[in-house]
């Protein structure tokens, strides 16, 4: 049966005073209470034992001398234009999940899409000596020297890699789900300008548009400008639209939340949804599969790329060296839930 810790030292112990204590190597305990890259090739008993000794003796890691060794900070500045629920709410839990298992810890700042808070955000992380930075709907207008891992973004830069949805087939699973319904008349809702997201997919829906065979009427497009990410963003230019034109049977949204907003102003303008017009929105935030009716939706699959994001930047940092990909792609669901039906008649 194991003895009990005893507590030999009374003043704060070091790394070498622990592991002298546990009789193991500085080496290995390191590797231990620094969760290092290697620290699976330890035993897992002998791991719980160093844990338990560095708690029950209150050893805590030098984290200076640390980032002196490794010339490193184990901090990871995050850019995100805000910080709603819904799409960013999930990105974040996977980002912050996978950085806290890793040991990181992370700055997050929020430029609202103001221009000068998205260049001067950058110098701010990197003069607190960040080791890498993470990227949300966020694109840098100038190369830093360290590592960035941008999430939805486009734009080809040295030293980034581009965490991408394939907006090809994002809109095929949509418009192919709307057209096998029956529909034709099909009106198309464009994110705003500022949104890196909004030009490729828009692109990409107007070339699988054609390939399908469905006619875009430009009267029928709904081009947002608010710089929202609450329902409201969908809810003031469909009521709009419908002020205008009634002669369509389904509308594909920007995201889920501008979906929402579009639902309710159908329902304002006395339609209904799906009866009248079919809604389809993209993300598949939680919301969606509760809201009545439950939303039609194309699945980005939000926590992997939250996820696969944060781990490549850490091995991007941990691994200065290695070759790494400009991008990586990810593919999308379509989620058919009750906003979407059959043409009547």
Known sequence: MDEPLRKPYSAPISL?????????????VSLVVNNAPHVRTIAKATRARVLEAAKELNYRPNSLARSLRTRQTFTIGVIVPELSEGYFTI????????????????FVVSHQWQPDLIDEYP???LNRFVD?????????????????VSISGHKKMQGVTN????????????????????????????????????????ESTMGRAQEIGIEVDPELCIYLEANSWLPELGYGPTRDLLSRRRDFTALFCFNDTAALGAIRAIADAGLSCPGDISVVGF????????????????????RQMGEIAAQLLIKRIQNPNEEYADAIHFDPELMARESTREVSG
């Open 16 to 28: 070498k005073q622990l592991a002298e204590y546990l009789k193991l190597s500085p080496a290995t």
């Open 91 to 106: 990105l974040m839990n996977a980002v912050e999940s996978s950085l806290l298992q890793a040991g990181y810890l992370h």
């Open 123 to 125: 110098k701010l992380l």
């Open 132 to 148: 890498g930075l993470l990227l949300v709907n966020t694109e840098l207008h100038q190369a830093v020297n360290v590592p960035v």
């Open 163 to 202: 965490i991408l949805l394939n907006h090809d087939r994002s809109a095929m699973l949509a418009l192919k789900h709307l057209y096998d319904l029956g529909h034709r008349r099909i009106a198309f809702m464009r994110g705003q300008r500022h949104v890196s997201d909004s030009q490729s997919r828009w």
């Open 283 to 302: 993300d598949d935030i939680a919301v969606a599969a509760y809201h009545l009716p439950s939303l039609t939706t194309v699945r980005q699959p939000l």
